[in-house]
């Protein structure tokens, strides 16, 4: 029975990774395209795209997976069928606002007399980016986007919320397949966080070590 058990899970926690990597997939790029329009000088689209991350970041992520399943309803059209599609949008959107604030701190933080010397040396403002300024970013965002990533393998869990048959919903209906107290599989579901969410800690602290980042 044993075994059984963690068959299932394993099979739910693949679609946890699933959720994961797309999640980073698309939510690190577009966060970053995120950051640029809220520290555009063009003060509408500026200021609509500090409330739409005010929005997200102030709302349950849960309610988020649950208007992007039913929200089309609202609107005359019928909700969407594909529960894992719907749980993919709610935490690009999510991930991506969270990730835009980690990327504007750290493109902030950089002094703009490095911009200034780009552009002396003839570089433009994309090349002094990519080439000068995007890599010190790199090293101090590193540790707090490290933080957002781990969240962000609990946090598929969630999809639980719309009957996604991740790693926690099967560990619910492993209680009735199997006759076990619910606590037993649950815990069971907890080890392949854990050993995923320590297998992330070390890459990352190899990524720090390796950029200097504590040398800094």
Known sequence: MFLNIIGDL???FLTNLALFGLTLLMALPLGLVISFFSMT??????????GFIWVIRGTPLMLQLIVVLYGPGLLGLPPMREKFLAAVIAFVIN???????IYRGGIESIPVGQYE??????MSKTQVFFHVVL???????????????????KDTSLANTIAVAEIIRVAKNTTGTYAVNILIPLLYGSIFFLLFIGILSVLFNYLEKKMGYYKA
Do not use: D, W
Request: hydrophobic share 45%.
């Open 95 to 101: 991930y991506a606002c969270y990730f835009s604030e």
């Open 41 to 50: 000088k063009f003060k509408p689209i500026r200021y609509l795209t500090r």
């Open 117 to 122: 010397a780009g552009q002396v040396l003839g």
């Open 10 to 12: 394993a099979v739910g």
């Open 135 to 153: 890599f010190q970013v790199v090293r101090r965002i590193l540790a707090p986007m490290s933080n957002e990533v781990i969240t962000l393998v």
